[in-house]
C-alpha cells in the first residue's frame, strides 16, 4: 500500500509544483508590477524568482521526457508561457536590487543634514 502511495505522490508532485509555483508567480509579480513599490523586499522578489526558474525547469522537463498522454502538451505549453513571463521580468531584477536594498540613499528618510528634506540627487 505505501508502495504505491509513493508512486501517486512522485506522479502527483510535478503538477503540484506547476500549479503552486504559477500561482505564486502570479501573485507576486502581479503585485511587483502594479502594488506599491515602497513595500518591494528586493530579497524577497530575487528569491521568488530564483526559486520558480528552478522549479518550472524541472517540470517542463518532466512534462516532456516523462509524461505521456493527452494533457502532456498542455502542461508543456503552461511551463512554457510561465518560463517566459521570469525571462521577460529577468531584466527588473537588478534595478529592484539596487534600489529596494536596505542601504539605498534612494528611498531611505531624510538625514537630520538634509535641510531640503529629500535625498533624491538636485539632478533628478
Known amino acids: 500500500y505505501s508502495t504505491q502511495l509513493r508512486k501517486i505522490k512522485q506522479d502527483f508532485q510535478p503538477y ?11 501573485t507576486k509579480s502581479n503585485d511587483w508590477y502594479l502594488g506599491n513599490w515602497e513595500k518591494m523586499i528586493a530579497s524577497e522578489v530575487d528569491t521568488i524568482h530564483l526559486e520558480k526558474t528552478k522549479v518550472i525547469f524541472q517540470t ?12 502532456a502538451a498542455k502542461m508543456q505549453q ?19 536590487q539596487a ?26
Request: proline content about 9%; some cysteine.
Open 78 to 96: 503552461i511551463c512554457e508561457q510561465l518560463k517566459k513571463s521570469l525571462e521577460e521580468f529577468k531584466p527588473y531584477l537588478p534595478v529592484i
Open 60 to 71: 517542463l522537463k518532466y512534462f516532456k521526457d516523462k509524461c505521456q498522454g493527452p494533457n
Open 99 to 124: 534600489l529596494r536594498h536596505d542601504g539605498c540613499l534612494l528611498y531611505t528618510s531624510p538625514s537630520p543634514r538634509d535641510q531640503r528634506g529629500s535625498r533624491m540627487p538636485a539632478s533628478a
Open 16 to 26: 503540484y509544483d506547476l500549479w503552486t509555483s504559477a500561482e505564486l508567480w502570479m
